[in-house]
């Protein structure tokens, strides 16, 4: 590879934080995601942390009841939108090229462009911590009409959400236009890796619902400012319609924080099974089944706000039939790991424990399809558990678990195998300390979004914010093991995992600053699922 | 719950297969990878049409009490229920009964940051209130609930759901009470800073009681209606009452 490295020393870009502020580059940009979603990730979680150390005990011994409500509002706007959201673009601006054999990001500007926002975005949504009256405290939901009795913080949230939609519509645009048309020759649709083709489907879903989104938050702010009366009753306007189009949003987003997760699951668990994926066509259609029918399913958040029979019984249908696709994959997973020989390095352990738990986070998610059992379990713990299994032990497992697949690819250098492993067994137990009481609690009756409790739940609470402690200790260790593999280590291979298939692993590690300038050959053996007859 | 139990079974098929995939297609132990095991049209449609079965099987059920729950004719007794930032306002429709509901003193003082009231000291913290809703058993009771300011849900967990309290908007939920006793629930909507401060306690009473209650409070001046009846001082009116019932039939 003297070619790269030649033209690596004589690339003109600038030195130091200019290289990053102006880098067009989609391994930079790929890396400025990333780092920036871990920021958010531990500012998310030390927001957690209070919101745990509130609930440790009945009686509140910590923060006003105002400021736990800035604290969960806050929690999951930052995680959502600041760390799930952009580590999964990191991992396609980094990926994706790399595993189409495309040289960049078919829009290398607007890329720029859209990386650099969420940071602006991100300072201005914060910022109102530290006005007064607070941040937003309505919940992330911003029902109205409590998310308008707030001050000035409404204004300042709604402006960030804005931008952090423009952010996702071009991250998006651009995903989709370097997919379509910057295929490497002989790298059809159906040999995409799955990672792909689940960012590709993804992508659909962020440009068609988050416009919705910024328009429902646009009619929260002039109902607050301008006098209008979309959701105000008094005015002619209809609270419920901001929910209706708020989940018309929110569902479609569940799956744009799950999908690229199935998508990184789908690319380790044959590595390090040594075999090609099992059925490959059939985990693309589940895919592109489950996100059509989460269009149709977003009323399901609501069934308590008085929706005629009707509307509950289409909703409760049409939300149990996302168990067949989601089942399909799992099916799919475990049966790629039959047959196989398997190892058990931090990436695997992760997939692993992304398959059983967000297994888990989906039987909860049936239990809470069915409306009936649902207006039991609404808005209780039990949902908090239900969400947490699939967004923390789901999404942010996936996360990790392609972090230390693809970070050899990225440094150069092995991270430390031992260390990993331990972060894996620290967040998994302590993750599910944190988290499985939390479904005792739900059931035994504990709202969630109240920081202080009858003194019947204390013992579940107590466990729970332990676990919450130890969950979060346990990702300092992370971000060691992380910094420990930029700063050094053992080499990588170009191969890096024995098992491993696909263009990414052709290219040197770590994987220089340009790739597939002259586009490779592809090689329908070495693709990662190797099955091309179906 | 039923559906807890079948979410267990599918777990253990599962995560079994799971665990003996990883104990026994291990390199460790020798597995060599089976590489052309890697499609199956046979299973694929097995695993598709074998959750379709479990779904119909769970909807069904789903939906006939769906329909019951959805069902509140015929009710013996209507009560509003109007969520205030923070409180409840109970209404019996069509009697001259009303009251508000609110946090008692006990748990509003325990509450407070820096209280030196341990929540441990005041029974049923949080959970109880200075004026409960008090019903009749055996009585198909409708209620219709609104709100004021914010969305609040009305939740007694024994009742088995809750409703959404939306202002500018009517909902309808029902239950029949066997039970006599106290039951406890709390607003389980985020309608602001004292969201986790309005609980919900119904007093269920037989219906004499609650007949000989009612009227007793028809009688009050509105500030004092609602307010907690000694259980043997309801019982005696419920016996009175029912004595000038007697009277009067003679």
């Keep these: 590879m003297a070619t790269h490295a030649a033209h690596d020393v004589h690339h003109h870009a600038p030195s130091g934080i200019l290289r990053w502020i102006t880098t067009t580059n989609h391994k930079d940009i790929g890396t400025l995601y990333l780092v920036f979603s871990l920021v958010m990730f531990l500012v998310g979680g030390a927001m ?12 509140l011994q910590l923060v006003h009841p105002d400021f736990f409500n800035q604290m969960t509002t806050m929690h999951a706007l930052v995680m959502i939108f600041g760390a799930v959201m952009p580590a999964f673009v990191g991992l396609a601006n980094w ?8 040289p960049d990001m078919a829009l290398p500007r607007m890329n720029n462009w859209s990386f650099w926002i969420l940071p602006f975005a991100f300072l201005m949504l914060l910022s109102t911590l530290f006005m007064e009256g607070g ?233 809470l399809a069915i409306a009936p059992a649902d207006f039991q379990y609404h808005d209780t713990y039990f949902v908090v558990a239900h969400f947490h299994y699939v967004l923390v032990t789901g999404a942010v497992f996936a996360i990790m678990a392609g972090v230390y697949y693809w970070l050899p690819k990225w440094t150069g250098h092995m991270y430390d195998e031992r260390l990993g492993k331990w972060h894996f067994w620290l967040s998994t137990i302590f993750v599910n300390v944190l988290f499985f009481p939390q479904h005792f609690l739900g059931l035994a009756g504990m709202p969630r979004r109240i920081p202080d409790y009858n003194t019947a739940f204390a013992d579940f609470n107590m466990i729970s914010s332990i676990g919450g402690f130890g969950f979060g200790l346990a990702q300092l260790l992370f971000v060691y093991v992380v910094w420990k593999c930029v700063r050094g280590g ?45 | 719950m039923l559906i807890l139990w079948i979410c267990v079974a599918i777990g253990v098929v599962v995560f079994g297969a799971m665990a003996v995939a990883m104990w026994k297609f291990r390199k460790s132990r020798g597995a060599v990878p089976d590489v052309n095991f890697t499609h199956s049209t046979r299973l694929e449609a097995l695993w598709t049409a074998i959750p379709i079965l479990i779904l119909v099987a769970m909807a069904a059920p789903a939906t006939t009490t769906l329909v019951r729950m959805y069902d509140a004719s015929d009710a013996e007794l209507t009560v509003k229920i109007t969520g205030y930032q923070w409180l409840w306002h109970y209404e019996y429709l069509g009697e001259g ?49 609104t709100a004021d300011d914010v969305i609040h849900a009305w939740w007694v967990p024994a009742f088995g759901w809750k409703q959404d309290a939306i202002p500018g908007l009517i909902n309808e939920a029902w239950t029949k009470i066997k039970t006599p006793g106290t039951y406890r629930g709390q607003c389980a909507e985020l309608c602001g800073k004292d969201h986790g401060f309005m609980p919900i306690v119904v007093e269920a009473v037989s219906k004499e009681e609650f007949a000989a209650w009612l009227e007793r409070q028809k009688s009050l001046p509105a500030a004092e209606q609602g307010l907690p009846i000694p259980r043997q001082a309801l019982a005696a009116m419920a016996r009175e009452r029912a004595g000038r019932l007697v009277a009067a039939a003679e």
């Design chain 2, 97 to 145: 009964v009303s009251y508000p509901s609110l946090l008692d003193r006990d748990s509003n003082y325990a509450r407070q940051l820096g209280s030196t009231l341990s929540p441990w000291e005041v029974p049923h913290y949080l959970l109880n209130v200075d004026r409960p809703l008090v019903l009749p058993v055996d009585t198909k009771i409708r209620f219709v609930l």
């Design chain 1, 48 to 59: 957690a942390l209070v919101i745990r150390a509130e609930l440790f005990q009945p009686g």
């Design chain 1, 135 to 367: 941040g937003p405290a309505a919940g992330w939901t911003l029902y109205p009409p409590l998310s308008i009795q707030g001050g000035n913080s409404v204004a300042f949230t709604i402006f960030a959400i804005h931008l952090m939609g423009i952010s996702s519509i071009m991250g998006a645009i651009n995903i989709i236009a370097t997919i379509l048309n910057l295929r490497a020759p002989g790298m059809d649709l159906l040999k995409m890796p799955l990672f792909v083709w689940t960012w590709l489907i993804t992508a659909f879903l962020l440009i068609a619902v988050m416009p919705v989104l910024a328009g429902a938050v646009t009619m929260l702010l002039t109902d607050k400012f301008f006098g209008t009366s979309f959701f105000n009753a008094a005015g002619g306007g209809d609270p419920v319609m901001f929910q209706h189009i708020f989940w018309f949003f929110g569902h479609p987003e569940v799956y744009i924080m799950i999908l690229p997760a199935f998508g990184v699951i789908s690319e380790i668990i044959p590595t390090f099974s040594r075999k090609p994926l099992f059925g490959y066509q059939a985990m693309v259609y589940a895919t592109a089944s489950i996100a059509f029918l989460s269009f149709i399913v977003w009323a399901h958040h609501m069934f308590t706000v008085g929706m005629p029979l009707g509307g509950e019984l289409f909703f409760m249908y049409a939300t149990m039939l996302i168990a067949i696709p989601t089942g399909v994959k799992v099916f799919n997973w475990v049966t790629t790991m039959w047959r196989g020989s398997l190892t058990f390095e931090t990436p695997m352990l992760f997939a692993i424990g992304f398959v059983i738990l967000f297994t888990i986070g989906g039987f909860s998610g049936l239990m």
């Design chain 1, 490 to 534: 053992v080499r990588a291979t170009d191969q890096v995992w024995e098992g491993a298939r696909g263009l990414e692993w052709t290219v040197p590690s770590p994987a220089p600053h340009h790739t597939f300038e002259t586009p490779p050959v592809i090689d329908d053996s070495k693709l990662a699922h190797g099955d091309v007859t179906h």
């Design chain 1, 95 to 102: 990926m994706i090229p790399l595993q189409i054999g495309a």
